[in-house]
């Protein structure tokens, strides 16, 4: 089935939320390129989105009164997550280069970096939850926290796929 470049992309970042496993076993033959930083983009402003909004609400502010603030913060965080993963992958890149003696893609170790933030993609969610309903506070700050873990762990299976246990450590 021939299909487009968003929903290929949006395929693919489904998968790396859903089945991680699957995901990180298509890293090492998979090219990602411009999906990685729209990812890395995406996944620091719906997390920056999130926290504004659960802090906002916490301090008893409506979020609409400072939404544009809001979102303009929410893009800058989106830049600069996008920064600091291309620096991390680089460093990642070299040293694996280092260490292993063979060579770990830039295009891999960034796809692992931003493919793993995917589920932060989710915290809006919580966002959503304290809009509805600002007593439901706690809920969505476990839900916010779950999506930071998720990626972490997200984080260890891309490595995991690349590179061998002790390096991936």
């Given at each position: 089935?021939?299909?487009?470049?968003?929903?290929?992309?949006?395929?693919?970042?489904?998968?790396?939320?859903?089945?991680?496993?699957?995901?990180?076993?298509?890293?090492?033959?998979?090219?990602?390129?411009?999906?990685?930083?729209?990812?890395?983009?995406?996944?620091?402003?719906?997390?920056?989105?999130?926290?504004?909004?659960?802090?906002?609400?916490?301090?008893?502010?409506?979020?609409?009164?400072?939404?544009?603030?809001?979102?303009?913060?929410?893009?800058?965080?989106?830049?600069?997550?996008?920064?600091?993963?291309?620096?991390?992958?680089?460093?990642?890149?070299?040293?694996?280069?280092?260490?292993?003696?063979?060579?770990?893609?830039?295009d891999q170790a960034f796809t692992a970096?931003?493919?793993?933030?995917?589920?932060?993609?989710?915290?809006?969610?919580?966002a959503l939850l304290i809009v509805l309903?600002?007593?439901?506070?706690?809920?969505?700050?476990?839900?916010?926290?779950?999506?930071?873990?998720?990626?972490?762990?997200?984080?260890?299976?891309?490595?995991?796929a690349l590179l061998p246990s002790a390096?991936?450590?």
């Amino acid at each position: 089935e021939s299909t487009g470049e968003l929903a290929w992309f949006r395929a693919e970042v489904v998968r790396s939320i859903v089945h991680p496993f699957d995901f990180a076993r298509s890293l090492a033959r998979e090219h990602f390129g411009l999906a990685g930083i729209l990812v890395a983009l995406m996944a620091g402003a719906a997390l920056a989105f999130a926290i504004d909004a659960m802090i906002l609400t916490s301090k008893g502010f409506a979020l609409f009164d400072f939404l544009p603030q809001v979102l303009i913060d929410s893009v800058f965080l989106g830049i600069r997550l996008a920064v600091t993963v291309a620096g991390v992958a680089t460093i990642g890149h070299y040293a694996a280069r280092l260490l292993r003696g063979r060579e770990l893609t830039l295009d891999q170790a960034f796809t692992a970096f931003s493919f793993a933030l995917s589920p932060l993609l989710l915290a809006p969610v919580a966002a959503l939850l304290i809009v509805l309903a600002p007593d439901l506070l706690p809920v969505a700050g476990v839900v916010a926290v779950l999506a930071v873990v998720r990626s972490v762990i997200g984080l260890a299976i891309n490595l995991r796929a690349l590179l061998p246990s002790a390096l991936a450590i």
